[in-house]
């Protein structure tokens, strides 16, 4: 069965550093999205990504995050500098089409930040 | 501002036992409702709802939606350790660029006791 991946599944890193995530959709679907989920809270939408285009990153925090996806696959998520606050599970999901229908979204393994 | 509520945010039940948990939203632009299962990993897919009143059924699973009254249920017969997990409910809205966008509750925390 096709899944979403995603690497690493842990990371650990210092406040201040840059950190990278990164994603590959099941294969063949066009959408991709970053959530973040801290914990006891459920998943929040960061960035949605149709092929290679960003179409909603209202709440991506653009002065210390980006995201890119630049052939419309595969997909990496950075933050720089981390900062305490950002200890969270990222999930990256995936759905097939690009059409204005509704379409479930299948989630990734995570990764697990803890920023020190 | 788009909202989806669950309740209750914990529970804790014994095998056998029936459970039902609660999802109530105000969103606008309202496409469908999802219901995920998340164990120590990510979120797997259990339903989705897109018409009141009509029940999805998996196994000892079933959920329906009403758009009215703007909620959903999630129903767990016979319980077993197995269900244990945090329950996600996800409202899917017309985002920008006519696309999905998912608002997710805050989950419910199953327990379920031998």
């Known amino acids: 069965e096709a899944e979403v991946a995603q690497s690493p599944r842990y990371k650990i890193t210092e406040k201040s550093q840059a950190v990278a995530f990164w994603c590959d959709p099941i294969s063949g679907h066009a959408t991709l999205y970053w959530y973040r989920q801290i914990l006891g809270q459920g998943p929040e939408l960061l960035v949605q990504f149709q092929d290679e285009s960003v179409v909603d990153d209202s709440q991506l925090p653009k002065d210390r995050f980006s995201a890119e996806r630049l052939k419309g696959v595969d997909s990496t998520l950075k933050i720089q500098p981390a900062e305490l606050g950002d200890s969270a599970m990222y999930l990256c999901?995936?759905?097939?089409?690009?059409?204005?229908?509704?379409?479930?979204?299948?989630f990734g393994p995570g990764t697990r930040l803890l920023v020190l | 501002e788009d909202k989806v509520v669950q309740s209750p945010l914990s529970l804790v039940v014994h095998e056998g036992d029936t459970v039902t948990l609660n999802c109530s939203y105000e969103v606008t632009n309202f496409r469908s409702l999802l219901w995920y299962k998340q164990e120590k990993k990510a979120p797997t897919f259990l339903f989705m709802l897109t018409s009141s009143g009509i029940e999805k059924k998996s196994g000892r699973l079933s959920s329906i939606l009403d758009k009215k009254e703007l909620f959903s249920i999630l129903n767990i017969t016979a319980t077993q350790t197995g269900d244990s997990a945090v329950y996600l409910c996800?409202?899917?809205?017309?985002?920008?660029?006519?696309?999905?966008?998912?608002?997710f509750g805050q989950g419910t925390t199953l327990q379920v006791k031998p």
């Open positions: 996800a409202v899917q809205i017309y985002g920008s660029s006519n696309t999905g966008k998912l608002i």
């Open positions: 999901a995936s759905s097939l089409g690009r059409l204005a229908y509704s379409e479930t979204q299948y």
